[in-house]
């Protein structure tokens, strides 16, 4: 009995210490939508309470159908696995990789593509929007990383940003309506030709500035995350505390001047 409780323990502390390993961000978005369709599953709540309805959100304030149409991807089976597989995936590969470093970045990624869709949403006959957004996620991504060769089911190899188009392909074999996946497509498209094609456009520039707000309430959850070296270098910004830390850095990039200052001089004296 005694071993059982101790196998038990090691069990949860070894789940809760890979759990807060995920980053703050794909950590809460997915959790969130787990936990959304938990309480839809248990009848706590009824998807006729989440869903994306403008008429609802403005006559009758019901705002946080802005928020819980992102939340719900349908009751558990394999629509919900598949996107919640996919969401996890992508959305922490984006985090850890081109965003390490940048959380007020990324979740300004999220609020662009949350207003933009919802915005699209007014116009497009869509109820939830979760799927339209991990699409977005998958084709920022997938632009970013365009030399990766990828593997969709063992049956069709192909370049990365070919990803967004395979899986709509995939929902339309499914009798599933495109107009989500081509939502996602289009707003990724815009959040991607802004912030990567258009600034290094001649005469371009950069158009999605992230709110100042949002810097100081998310630098601390980056240094937690990363810690102060490795933030100091992704985000390029001096912090004090971080001095005697990063004093092997520093030495060793004076020492490697000094090396090159003695070498010119003996070239000159030669």
């Known amino acids: 009995m005694v071993d059982r409780e101790a196998a038990a323990a090691a069990m949860a502390h070894s789940f809760t210490q890979e759990y807060f390993q995920i980053p703050v961000v794909t950590r809460a978005y997915t959790t969130a939508c787990v936990l959304t369709t938990a309480a839809v599953q248990l009848e706590v709540i009824t998807p006729f309470q989440l869903y994306f309805n403008p008429e609802l959100i403005i006559r009758r304030y019901q705002i946080w159908r802005l928020i819980t149409s992102f939340l719900f991807f349908g009751s558990l089976g394999f629509s919900f696995v598949f996107n919640i597989i996919f969401l996890y995936r992508y959305c922490r590969m984006l985090e850890e990789g081109s965003f390490r470093g940048r959380t007020a970045d990324f979740v300004f990624m999220f609020l662009f593509g949350g207003i933009v869709m919802t915005l699209f949403g007014l116009f497009a006959n869509v109820f939830f929007l979760g799927q339209a957004f991990i699409i977005m996620l998958v084709y920022v991504w997938s632009r970013r990383h365009p030399l990766i060769r990828m593997n969709f089911f063992g049956l069709l190899n192909f370049q990365a940003p070919f990803l967004p188009w395979v899986l709509m392909g995939f929902s339309l074999l499914l009798g599933n309506s495109i107009v989500v996946d081509l939502l996602g497509i289009s707003v990724g498209h815009m959040y991607y030709f802004l912030e990567d094609v258009f600034p290094h ?3 371009g520039r950069k158009l999605l500035m992230t709110p100042e707000l949002l810097l100081p309430a998310l630098h601390g959850s980056s240094m937690l995350m990363r810690g ?14 971080t001095k005697s830390i990063c004093s092997r850095t520093t030495n060793s990039t004076k020492t490697h001047k000094i090396r090159e200052t003695s070498r010119q001089k003996d070239r000159q004296k030669m």
């Open 201 to 203: 456009q001649p005469g």
């Open 228 to 241: 102060p070296c490795l933030t100091a270098r992704w985000t390029q910004t001096t912090v004090p505390s």
